[in-house]
């Protein structure tokens, strides 16, 4: 059961374009959505992560936006440059009794091209 | 700094053998959670480890175990290994393990099982 639905599984876009990547999850108790950015060969990185009380939440060039009610969420990246091309996954937050848990979407390659 | 390291890099196992994997934390961090990367799939959480206590653990057989030592370091057990088990093993350490402290990840052990 996937809990976290990701779209597009890849996209490609030019160089100072913006890239939507949006996020679907079907379990309310998720507390927190980060998202990651992984390059070849490399471990997922923390990119930009909100609170579900929050609509919105931008650092520099990234932006998520929350919809609570429709429980989705989406990254946007403005002025997409080439080095922006890597793997990014939409994940979820769960805090249990004593421990936490994070919950992954399938991911979306990015290229953007020069 | 050093960050999350893990070891080995790759590994290449036949079916039925058994693995092991290590990972030490960043200095600091208390707790370790494994993650297990199919290719072409999002991370997907195997344990949480706090306090030399396992305090989660996600939906995998027992095959798969792990310890955490008192340095905090982890290593993740794999028996009776099979084709399926073949991935990119993820440490990831935090603080601790019930907040919203980012998870750091490791580069990864990439496992491939023959």
């Known amino acids: 059961q996937q809990q976290v639905k990701q779209s597009p599984q890849s996209l490609i876009v030019q160089k100072g374009g913006i890239s939507i990547i949006n996020c679907a999850y079907e379990n309310t108790a998720f507390d927190y959505f980060p998202w990651y950015q992984q390059f070849p060969g490399k471990g997922p990185a923390l990119l930009i992560a909100?609170?579900?009380?929050?609509s919105e939440k931008k650092e520099g060039r990234f932006t998520i936006s929350f919809n609570k009610s429709a429980k989705q969420f989406s990254l946007h990246i403005m002025d997409s440059q080439p080095g922006d091309s890597a793997t990014y996954f939409c994940?979820?937050?769960?805090?249990?009794?004593?421990?936490?848990?994070?919950?992954f979407g399938k991911g979306t390659m990015l290229l953007v091209s020069p | 700094d050093a960050g999350v390291t893990q070891s080995p890099t790759h590994l290449i196992k036949t079916r039925g053998q058994h693995v092991t994997l290590r990972c030490s934390p960043i200095s600091g961090h208390k707790s370790v959670s494994w993650y297990q990367q199919v290719l072409g799939q999002g991370p997907q959480f195997i344990f949480q480890y706090y306090e030399k206590e396992e305090r989660g653990r996600g939906n995998f057989p027992d095959r798969f175990s792990a310890r955490q030592f008192p340095n905090y370091s982890s290593e993740l057990n794999v028996n009776a290994l099979l084709l399926g088990d073949s991935a990119l093993y993820l440490c990831a350490s935090s603080l601790n393990g019930n907040s919203y402290n980012e998870q750091f990840f490791g580069p990864g052990t990439r496992l491939t099982v023959l």
């Open positions: 994940a979820a937050l769960r805090l249990n009794s004593g421990y936490s848990t994070l919950t």
């Open positions: 909100i609170r579900p009380d929050v």
